[in-house]
């Protein structure tokens, strides 16, 4: 029996704007199996980053239920929900979101220090050491080129071991032989750890790698293909 790790029921989400309101996402449902790779892909304005903060518990649907790695999200408050995401889900977003003035070790270490991990330090210089930066550590996210400064927001999400990895565009605003790089270390993470891997992209050969592509299109899922995982 397959365990299915997230499970969108009718979700929909419509916001205010001055021109009257705006269908985001209207009616999702979907399953992901637990330990499945999942590329969503679509084109922009397709509802595929809100669909990803929906899930994360960043963004609250207007209708539908949601649950995931076990939480029914639907009713939870904010403090709930950030437990929620600090337990279960790892985030990679375009831009890397690092404090800059942290240390890479630092900036993987906090989350794990605020989450009550004793071996917080030790855990942020295993997982950059895991990502070919353990001769950056007290670097500065401005001493670190785009590659490096995305390989430690890689550390830092998955250095929890979180169950869920939700990754926004992870390789936008790299060129292509960096961004190459860290979607091969995205996936050797995934395969190593086990991890649900839920993957926004524009490129189809690298949704293709996935288990399943999840097309969207105005606010819909269009359709649902197997991939070729590597």
Same mark, same amino acid.
């Not at 994360?56 to 009713?75: K, V």
């Given at each position: ?16 704007? *001055?021109?009257?309101? %705006? ?5 999702? *449902?979907?399953? #992901? ?9 679509? &084109? ?5 980053? @809100? ?27 904010? *403090? ?27 900036? %993987? ?21 895991? #990502? ?19 390989? #430690?927001?890689?550390?830092?999400? %998955?250095?929890?071991?979180?169950? %869920? ?9 790299? *060129? ?18 086990? @991890?649900?891997? #839920? ?29 070729? &995982?590597?």
């Amino acid at each position: 029996m397959i365990e299915n790790i997230i499970e969108l029921e009718n979700v929909s989400l419509t916001l205010p704007s *001055d021109a009257g309101p %705006v269908n985001i996402l209207r009616g999702i *449902d979907l399953a #992901v199996a637990r330990g499945e790779a999942a590329g969503l892909v679509g &084109p922009s304005g397709s509802g595929k980053s @809100t669909l990803l903060m929906v899930l994360a518990g960043l963004e609250r649907p207007s209708g539908g239920r949601i649950s995931a790695a076990g939480e029914d999200l639907t009713g939870l408050g904010e *403090d709930a929900l950030a437990r929620f995401r600090r337990d279960h889900i790892g985030i990679v977003f375009q831009s890397f979101h690092l404090v800059p003035t942290m240390t890479a070790l630092e900036n %993987v270490a906090i989350p794990l220090e605020f989450a009550g991990r004793a071996d917080a330090f030790e855990r942020a210089e295993a997982e950059l050491s895991r #990502v070919g930066l353990s001769h950056r550590l007290s670097h500065y996210p401005g001493q670190l080129s785009g590659g490096e400064q995305q390989r #430690v927001a890689l550390a830092r999400a %998955v250095a929890g071991n979180p169950e %869920v990895l939700l990754a926004d565009e992870p390789t936008g605003n790299l *060129d292509q032989s960096t961004g190459s790089e860290i979607i091969e270390l995205m996936f050797e993470l995934h395969a190593q750890k086990g @991890t649900t891997l #839920v993957l926004i992209t524009h490129d189809e050969a690298l949704a293709a790698r996935c288990d399943r592509v999840i097309r969207l299109k105005d606010g819909r899922i269009s359709s649902i293909e197997a991939g070729v &995982p590597a």
